[in-house]
């Protein structure tokens, strides 16, 4: 069982910066992949970011590529270092584990288990 606990969301200016954190519970937190999903108000949830379990193979969503790093310390966080966030940036990020890696890393349905999500508004 995995238990996860998101941080970091805010209110910023476009061109700002976060930074969000997944803190996990459970003992086999190391052996999971991980990944960060977005849901805007009226949108689908939809696929950010994903890395596997040592940290050695990542995915981005190309709405965020070149401006999203996730990375994970296997102590158990997971992070989503956000930067030049612009407006269409705005939703309620979730980090989510998976038990594999596979290449269905951006579905959503391949995650076991899930945070509550932290809270991204980016003004304009």
């Known amino acids: 069982q995995v238990q996860l606990v998101e941080s970091g969301g805010g209110l910023v200016q476009a061109g700002d910066s976060l930074r969000l954190s997944c803190a996990a519970s459970?003992?086999?937190?190391?052996?999971?992949?991980m990944g960060w999903f977005r849901q805007a108000p009226g949108k689908e949830r939809e696929f950010v970011a994903a890395?596997?379990?040592?940290?050695?193979?990542t995915n981005y969503a190309d709405s965020v590529k070149g401006r999203f790093t996730i990375s994970r310390d296997n102590a158990k966080n997971t992070e989503l270092q956000m930067n030049s966030l612009k407006p269409e940036d705005t939703a309620k990020y979730y980090c989510?584990?998976?038990?594999?890696?596979?290449?269905?890393?951006?579905?959503?349905?391949?995650?076991?288990?899930w945070g509550q999500g932290t809270q991204v508004t980016v003004s304009s």
């Open positions: 890395i596997n379990w040592n940290g050695g193979s």
């Open positions: 989510a584990a998976n038990k594999y890696y596979t290449a269905s890393y951006y579905l959503s349905s391949s995650y076991d288990y």
């Open positions: 459970g003992r086999t937190f190391s052996s999971y992949s």
